[in-house]
């Protein structure tokens, strides 16, 4: 019996140093393939799509505005000068002021026009008049211009974006003539809240930093 304890003893004292060297030597192998073993980098076909996604996602440029007998409140400032530049437009035609109040409606063809263009926004009010949301421009890829990658598993995308207007849009263009009939003070206030932009410049240049994860990439900051 006692040699036998003996017996199991030495045996164990080697398979625990003999154990630890397993352990050891794939702990080494794990990390010489990490660094060593190609990985698949972010292609540009790929970046293309991811940065697609991500300007698709910031939304277009909108302009807001109400259909009907109005009155100025904290919301609805109907005399700032989007009103007039719609009716420039040929979307709205103003009507004579009655107190505080003015009468909006639509020109003879302004509706059929705001009809054609996608994803217009109608919604009802509780004082009988209707509020619009009309997009005037989105947001597009021009091109991938250069993918680095930093390590394995981080990618840095370089790229040019344009925006891409609508028929209205065009009619906000900053460099447009409808825009620049206004005075500077009308024009500032135009593009600071009312979606007027300079739409048909070169595109501008950017950059995304694109992580890998377990599904595939995304945004770093995700």
Do not use: C
Request: hydrophobic share 45%; glycine share 8%.
């Amino acid at each position: 019996m006692f040699e036998e304890e003996i017996k199991m003893q030495r045996e164990s004292s080697y398979f625990v140093p003999l154990a630890l060297v397993v352990v050891l030597i794939a702990v080494i192998v794990g990390t010489i393939g990490y660094w060593v073993v190609p990985s698949k980098s972010l292609s540009q076909e790929q970046a293309a799509g991811l940065v697609s996604a991500y300007l698709a996602g910031q939304g277009p440029a909108t302009v807001h505005f109400h259909v009907g007998v109005l009155q100025p409140s904290v919301d609805e400032k109907i005399r700032d000068p989007h009103y007039r530049l719609l009716e420039k437009a040929g979307i709205l035609k103003l009507g004579k002021s009655k107190g505080e109040k003015i009468s909006v409606a639509f020109a003879p063809e302004g509706e059929r026009r705001l009809a054609a263009i996608p994803g217009v926004v109608k919604t009802k009010n509780s004082d009988g008049s209707d509020a619009y949301t009309v997009p005037l421009a989105e947001h597009q890829l021009a091109a991938v211009s250069k993918v680095t990658m930093s390590g394995r598993d981080v990618a840095v995308v370089q790229f040019t974006w344009k925006w891409t207007p609508n028929e209205l849009g065009n009619a906000f263009d900053a460099a447009g003539p409808l825009v620049k009939s206004f005075n500077t003070w009308d024009r500032s206030t135009l593009i600071q809240k009312y979606g007027v932009a300079f739409y048909h410049v070169e595109p501008a240049q950017a950059a995304l930093t694109l992580v890998r994860a377990d599904k595939g990439w995304k945004l770093a900051a995700e």
